[in-house]
């Protein structure tokens, strides 16, 4: 299925850039372009760039790239079709019908059905005879039965094949289960065989903003390992963007999201009245989860276990909230390790009180640096001084500025002029240090191509680059087709990614169409979009001459004709084993 290029010229002059990205990402004009903090990867500083000239944004910190479709794609997890719709929709316009592909979709549904089916026999399952030990592990840890009920906790038995026959009587066949998650697969001795993916495991529900089940996790009820099971990436569910009781906590949050750190804990703080708590799946929080929650909230309560560990995890996420543009404050658990423990021995007042008196993330940051230092002495001062110092040279507001450095020298007794020039030493310093790195790395990474997302690229190099350009003047210069067609065809490329992108794009320069990402996004994936869209950019640092681009074609024959650096893996048995009767021979 393939959607005609008036349609998608129309729908490119209809919707700008900016305005597809800018819900997501805060963006700043810089000359001709816009840039931001890039909503895939973790950063301070903004290397997230838009092009609205060409309707495209390359990331220079992970190498992210495309066009508006791309990014829905990636952003909102979605296959190129739903993405155009998408966008066709905000635009008041409708796809056209005709070949409309909705295979992708019809799988999507079905494996969200089997997921409600599952979320209902394991909820069923927890209130049956055999269910009596998950039920009592939920009420010994404080649940009320409603609870239980409101969040869809379940049981998964201790059985091989139960939820696989309940769900294959119910039509689902293996292979869907499988894709969901539900059922794994086993191949031995060519025995294919399948079997139920979560078993004596009390089981929590992830639901999304849409009420569907997307995936689940499974914990064990004593000490053995794994810990946890949890739904891997599928179709309708990708493990980095997961949030669990978002779906509970998106409405009548005023603003605010407890973020918890596991499941426990949130169904814990629901039940006592905190209604806006939520727990970040997976084992790290990512930016991926960072955006998504600073969609429904302004600022982010971070209630992490107040040990080591959980103390690591909150700076870490102080960073990564931040960076998306959330408010932070850091809740200090005392008198017990989690909310859970603090709840049930204190009383939820006590945790109210804890919110009340919490501190935000630089508060935090600057109560941390203070650790293990004697302030009644110079050398403690200087030194928490120096500390504090590094902290308020990143911050953006003059105004926060000034308000921690009164703070500090009324703290600390030392003249307040004292610590602002202090800060603005190292701010100017800080600022300066960035603005010149940040540039020297983007020319460099485009030109080395060390975001590159060919995986063949390290080692054939040389064809590689030359490859490289022979795509990027084409996609620039689609007036160069004329001139080279004749010297170059798809087989004389090397890798196997190039050889893809410039097979499409010399069909439509061929066709006289325009080659700009946009119009390439349909035939590749994201991740393969990244690549694209680098090698677009790239061509701004080139000569853009026919020359250039013949060299290049010139340089990659003497490549492609090249003995030695035979590739064992590509040669026929026969050639093999010559190869290999010759090497013997040698030595
Ligand atoms: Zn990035």
């Known amino acids: 299925m393939r959607l005609s290029d008036t349609f998608l010229e129309d729908l490119r002059s209809r ?26 990867h973790n950063e301070k500083t903004p290397s997230f760039t838009v092009y609205p000239e060409t309707e495209s944004f390359y990331c220079f910190g992970c190498g992210a790239g495309g066009d508006i479709v791309t990014f829905m794609r990636r952003i909102e997890n979605l296959d190129y079709l739903e993405a155009v719709k998408m966008l066709a929709e905000r635009a008041g316009m409708s796809l056209p019908e005709d070949g409309f592909d909705d295979s992708m979709a019809k799988q999507r549904t079905k494996v969200l059905e089997a997921n409600r089916a599952a979320a209902k026999f394991f909820h069923a399952q927890l209130f049956s005879e055999r269910g009596r030990e998950a039920l009592d592990y939920f009420l010994n840890r404080g649940l009320k039965v409603e609870t239980i009920r409101h969040f869809g906790l379940g049981y998964a038995p201790n059985d091989w094949q139960e939820l696989k026959n309940h769900l294959n009587k119910m039509g689902f066949d293996d292979v869907l289960l499988e894709s969901a998650n539900l059922l794994r697969r086993s191949d031995k001795n060519g025995r294919v065989r399948y079997y139920d993916n979560f078993r004596n495991r009390i089981m929590f529900p992830i639901i999304d903003l849409r009420g569907n089940v997307i995936a689940f996790g499974g914990r064990v009820m004593d000490d053995s390992k794994p810990k946890y099971i949890n739904t891997s990436d599928t179709l309708v569910y990708k493990k980095s963007n997961g949030v669990f009781a978002l779906n509970f906590a998106k409405n009548g949050n005023d603003g605010k999201l407890i973020v918890a750190e596991g499941y426990m804990d949130v169904i814990a703080l629901h039940q006592a009245g905190f209604t806006n708590a939520i727990a970040c799946l997976g084992t790290a929080l990512t930016k991926e989860q960072a955006n998504l929650l600073s969609r429904y909230a302004k600022e982010v309560l971070i209630s992490y276990d107040s040990d080591e560990a959980g103390q690591k995890a909150t700076e870490r996420a102080i960073g990564i909230f931040s960076s998306t543009g959330l408010e932070v404050r850091v809740l200090r658990l005392s008198g017990g390790k989690d909310p ?41 001062k200087l ?77 054939n190099l040389r064809a590689a680059k030359a490859e490289e350009t022979i795509i990027a003047s084409l996609m620039r210069n689609p007036d160069f087709y004329p001139k080279i067609k004749n010297e170059i065809a798809v087989d004389d490329f090397i890798t196997a990614l190039n050889k893809r992108i410039f097979t499409v794009v010399l069909e439509r320069v061929s066709q006289g169409n325009s080659a700009e990402p946009f119009f390439l996004s349909s035939a590749f994936t994201p991740d393969e979009m990244d690549e694209v869209t680098r090698l677009f950019r790239q061509s701004s640092q080139m000569r853009n001459t026919v020359e250039e681009c013949l060299d290049c074609i010139k340089i990659l024959k003497m490549e492609k004709n090249r003995p030695g650096d035979i590739k064992a893996s590509e040669l026929s048995n026969d050639d093999f084993a010559k190869l290999f009767r010759q090497n013997t021979d040698k030595g």
């Open 340 to 380: 859970d423990e603090i709840i049930k021995k204190y009383g939820p007042q006590r945790f109210r009180d804890i919110i009340e008196g919490a501190a935000n993330d630089t508060e935090y940051r600057i109560l941390r640096a203070r650790d293990g230092l004697d302030l009644s002495s110079d050398d403690g």
């Open 383 to 459: 030194k928490f001084l120096s500390h504090v110092a590094d902290i308020l040279a990143e911050l953006s507001s003059p105004i926060e500025v000034d308000i921690y450095a009164s703070r500090l020298s009324r703290e600390l007794d030392v003249d307040k002029t004292a610590v602002m020039t202090q800060v603005k030493y190292r701010r100017d310093n800080y600022v300066r240090r960035r603005k010149a790195e940040r540039e020297r790395e983007q020319q460099k990474k485009l030109m080395e191509g060390s975001l590159s997302k060919n995986t063949e690229r390290t080692s």
């Open 15 to 40: 919707v700008d850039i900016e305005s597809v990205i800018s819900p997501y990402v805060n963006l700043r004009r810089r000359g001709k372009n816009l840039v931001g903090l890039c909503p895939f």
